[in-house]
């Protein structure tokens, strides 16, 4: 519930308001699972929950981009990335090496 506060925060949602709940906690699950899978964990480590979030409101911000490499509207072209270096880096900091 902690993590679905700071991700409805984050977003500007009104704390309160639990039209999307269900949308934002499935964010979060797919968030944490690509935490999980990319370091090689069973948990995320506390020191990761934030970047679950921003990771879960990248997501909700791409809702309906899917596919796309960069839009443009209104003259403004954004161009749509998976992860950025620092977040690659943070999530490197945790991997768990394959060794056999």
Known sequence: ?????????????AADSTDEDGL??????????FVKGYTRRRAVPEALAPLV??????????LG?????????????????????RQRRQLEAYRLAIVG
């Open 1 to 13: 519930m902690k993590d679905l506060t700071r991700l409805k925060r984050r977003l500007d949602k």
């Open 24 to 33: 934002l906690t499935d964010l979060l699950d797919e968030a944490e699972a």
């Open 53 to 62: 979030c921003e990771l879960a409101a990248g997501s909700y911000q791409r």
């Open 65 to 85: 981009l899917e596919g796309q490499q960069s839009h443009t509207e209104g003259g403004v072209t954004l161009t749509l990335e998976g992860l950025n270096e």
